[in-house]
């Protein structure tokens, strides 16, 4: 028998409380181990459809579509659950990073799952080897540069290791170096991934399958080098055909 | 806003000092900001006392002078100004003076607890003496998120400012107050996000 997807989102709709509509429908389903691109312009709904990954959007889960998690059904009563599958990494790295020391943030996650003592500590030291920042863990966050906040941001979710991590907008105001490292960062994880970016060029390397939303819809959902070929659907939802593609053999 | 002024300066000296178990410099401090404030005026040998005390961990300490003075320069006026109005009362300048000193000495030791100890390591010796956790959480956002907000509004700040074509103070409180409004919003909305990542990462 094969193993449910990883993630499956059925007919979801979102509504702001302003009576704006986020997420006007949405379906798709995610296998486990793929790692698939989230595409759209600013306000198309891809953070709003993040956020429903782990439950922490709607407030009345299950009331407008469904989403199941490694087949479980995200509900109130099973939010922990889903929350230890779903790893969330957030665009603003010091939204996430609230504790005083790296350690003290990373050890978070483990702590509220319940774990205590040299387990913690040990969660704590490898996440921080994988994002290769191992001696970072007396260091306050905000002395901190964007990039390292950004792996420390991810050694946090990586201590609760989870099976399938989210990420908004992973690269964004990142340098080429820090966008370089956390590219290959990215590429050495082997969970499921959802990336939700702007960097074309991520999604490329990264991803094998693209999700395009505008405006709450999916407008496009498939290979990764076949979608982003289609410079008329790319103009048509404020994307652009990336630079990597006009390259047969990039240099 | 001058941010580094909040900076502590910890880290990069390794004196006895710095070394002094954090339990021990807490316990001390408040020894020390207890027994000034308690003791009925003009408590002279205890006030030399504690100068001397606190004189003796500066030179230890190894902490710039001017440093110092800064930090006790900024602070002062919160506690001397409730008071200020004494000072030109020919009768009650000795009692202004009692204050200053005792003002001083009081800031002086919350400076030299403050940057001689990491923040973490007070927060862990208020959670070792049971204070509750709810204060314990309180303490540690806002010392986290002060640096962030005041870089906030840093950033706007410098926004107006680039924008800022002629110096009206007419014009410039209502700006001012637009800023700290928007301030405000930031910061709540930036608690909901907070709020919201803890919650992605089990909070129960």
Same mark, same amino acid.
């Given at each position: 028998m094969n193993p449910p997807p990883a993630i499956e989102v059925q007919n979801l709709r979102y509504r702001y409380h302003?009576?704006? /509509?986020? @997420?006007g429908g949405v379906s798709f389903r995610i296998e486990p181990g793929e790692c698939v691109g989230l595409l759209g312009p600013n306000g198309s709904g891809k953070s709003t459809l993040l956020l429903h990954l782990n439950g922490i @959007? &709607?407030? /009345?889960?299950?009331?407008n579509g469904t989403v199941r998690v490694n087949g479980a059904l995200l509900s109130r009563a099973n939010l922990e659950a889903i929350r230890r599958q779903v790893g969330l990494v957030f665009q603003d790295p010091d939204d996430q @990073?609230?504790? &005083?020391?790296v350690a003290e943030d990373v050890a978070f996650g483990p702590q509220q799952l319940g774990l205590v003592g040299s387990e913690v500590k040990h969660r704590v030291q490898r996440a921080l080897v994988q994002v290769g920042l &191992?001696?970072?863990?007396?260091? +306050?966050? %905000? %002395? =901190?540069?964007h990039g390292e906040k950004r792996r420390v941001c991810l050694a946090g979710v990586l201590a609760c290791e989870p099976s399938i991590l989210v990420f908004d907008e &992973? +690269?964004?105001? =990142?340098?080429p170096r820090g966008r370089r490292e956390f590219k290959a960062l990215l590429r050495q994880i082997p969970a499921t991934k959802v990336i939700a970016t702007h960097d074309l060029e991520l999604v490329v390397e990264l991803c094998r399958r693209v999700i395009v939303l505008d405006r709450g819809v999916i407008v496009a959902d498939g290979l990764t080098r076949v979608v982003l070929d289609d410079e008329p659907l790319m103009l048509a939802h404020g994307l652009e055909k990336p630079h990597i593609l006009f390259h047969r053999h990039p240099h | 806003m001058k941010l580094h002024l909040l900076?502590?300066?910890?880290?990069r000296l390794n004196t006895v000092i710095q070394r002094t178990p954090a339990e021990l410099k807490l316990g001390g401090g408040l020894v020390i900001i207890t027994l000034t404030v308690m003791l009925? $005026?003009?408590a002279t040998v205890w006030l030399w006392c504690a100068t001397a005390i606190l004189g003796l961990v500066v030179l230890l300490s190894r902490l710039p002078l001017l440093f110092l003075l800064q930090r006790l320069l900024l602070l002062a006026p919160f506690v001397l100004g409730v008071t200020l109005?004494? $000072?030109?009362?020919p009768a009650y300048r000795a009692h202004w003076c009692w204050l200053v000193a005792r003002s001083v000495l009081c800031l002086l030791t919350v400076l030299l607890v403050s940057n001689t100890t990491p923040f973490s390591e007070v927060l862990r010796v208020l959670r070792r003496v049971r204070v509750p956790t709810l204060l314990i959480t309180t303490l540690a956002l806002m010392h986290r998120y002060l640096f962030v907000l005041v870089e906030e509004a840093e950033r706007m700040r410098r926004a107006r400012a680039g924008r800022t074509f002629t110096a009206r103070r007419r014009w410039q409180w209502p700006v001012l107050a637009g800023v700290a409004g928007q301030l405000f919003i930031r910061a709540s909305e930036r608690a909901e996000r907070i709020y919201a990542a803890m919650c992605a990462r089990g909070l129960k």
């Open positions: 302003d009576g704006t /509509e986020a @997420l @959007l &709607p407030d /009345e889960p299950g009331a @990073l609230f504790c &005083p020391t &191992p001696d970072f863990d007396q260091r +306050t966050p %905000h %002395h =901190l540069s &992973p +690269t964004s105001d =990142l340098d | 900076e502590p300066h910890h880290g009925p $005026a003009p109005v004494n $000072a030109f009362q």
